[in-house]
């Protein structure tokens, strides 16, 4: 029983965890807070998978789980970015199928990201997964009212960090 | 939005994490010790309720027992150590259930919530002890005051109620800003992130 549980949350896991990568690259700024932050969602979402019962997709309940611990759990503070931490990231996304343009540009986004609060990454991350303000707002916790407020409040900040 | 969406598409077209970790990697991690804010208040939280009751380890108790009964209020002593740890167990008890309730399948609102609230228990806890402390303090003054009544003058007796005024404010001012201090640095992040997502609640 546990051992089957163990597999398949191995393989869900696996196939999703993407989405644990690009939250631990929103919140952290380095390779070492990156795996760390990895760790403990892998924790966590192994701690609550008995209780997941599959009547939600595996990666929105995934959403929720790795968002909580990045802004909830995670001990270490991700206030100063440091130049060479941002190179990190850059080297950590750097693809030859991916144009340069783009790679400045994402790395432009990234570096913006990292300088909202962990309330408004959490908002615009969601916004960038392309997820509807429902599944926003219930995994803030917020209503649907407060999630759009907010949601072009932390869009503008955004964009007056990306374009001064 | 449409600075925003161009940026929306580069997103959509990042590749995939280069160091992705394997099924075996993802299995010990999952196996690992978490070491989340969560755990370190439960940890911190039940030091707390050790340190607070090992105290009493350093006192005399036959001896402090001995100087009450010459004060007559061992009665007031026993009864309110009953109760203070009655009151103990409440808050042992609360801070569990509460700890327990803590899950990161809740929303993120309702999360930093129950965190909040179990740290809440154990800082009432202390302020509970700080209250009881100061009680005992004022209680024994009191009885000296009035066992020695008849060979104080007046001037002595002020001094000793405003002396002991002073010390006891500054010893629990000392252990409540040292308290503070602990409180701040463990929830200062979900504080502020908290109130972040709150503020929304109050404007609509």
């Avoid at chain 1, 790795?66 to 950590?92: E, G, M, P």
């Avoid at chain 1, 199928?97 to 609060?117: G, M, P, S, V």
């Avoid at chain 1, 408004?120 to 969601?126: P, R, S």
């Amino acid at each position: 029983m546990q051992k089957d549980l163990e597999t398949k949350f191995l393989s869900d896991f696996e196939q999703n965890q993407n989405i644990a990568h690009k939250i631990c690259r929103i919140y952290t700024t380095n390779k070492d807070a990156h795996n760390d932050l990895f760790q403990e969602i892998t924790i966590q979402l192994w701690k609550n998978y008995p209780k997941f019962r599959g009547d939600s997709k595996f990666s929105t309940w995934m959403y929720r789980v790795a968002l909580n611990t990045a802004i909830s759990l995670y001990r270490k503070s991700t206030k100063r970015v440091r130049t060479q931490d941002i190179n990190d990231v850059a080297f950590k996304i750097k693809s030859n199928d991916y144009d340069d343009t783009e790679e400045r540009q994402l790395k432009a986004l990234y570096e913006a990201i990292h300088k909202l609060n962990d309330i408004d990454k959490a908002l615009i991350f969601l916004y960038l997964e392309d997820k509807p303000y429902k599944e926003i707002s219930e995994t803030l916790g917020i209503s649907s009212v407060n999630a759009r407020v907010k949601m072009n409040r932390a869009k503008e900040k955004l964009k007056n960090i990306l374009n001064p | 939005m449409d600075v925003l969406d161009n940026y929306k598409k580069v997103w959509e077209n990042q590749p995939e994490e280069v160091s992705k970790f394997s099924a075996l990697e993802i299995y010990k991690m999952a196996h690992s010790k978490s070491s989340s804010i969560v755990k370190w208040i439960f940890i911190i939280g039940i030091l707390e309720f050790v340190i607070l009751n090992s105290l009493y380890f350093f006192i005399d108790t036959k001896e402090a027992m001995k100087e009450y009964e010459k004060l007559g209020i061992e009665n007031f002593v026993f009864y309110t150590q009953i109760a203070a740890y009655i009151i103990l167990f409440y808050f042992l008890w609360m801070f569990y259930q509460n700890y327990k309730k803590i899950s990161t399948v809740d929303s993120t609102k309702i999360l930093m919530k129950k965190i909040i609230k179990t740290r809440k228990t154990v800082r009432n806890y202390v302020l509970f002890n700080l209250g009881y402390i100061a009680l005992v303090i004022i209680v024994v003054t009191i009885a000296n005051i009035n066992t020695n009544f008849d060979d104080l003058n007046s001037k002595q007796l002020l001094l000793i109620i405003f002396s002991t005024l002073i010390a006891t404010i500054l010893i629990l001012g000392i252990i409540w800003l040292f308290y503070q201090l602990l409180y701040g640095i463990l929830l200062r992040k979900l504080n502020k992130n908290y109130k972040e997502l709150a503020k929304l609640d109050s404007i609509n």
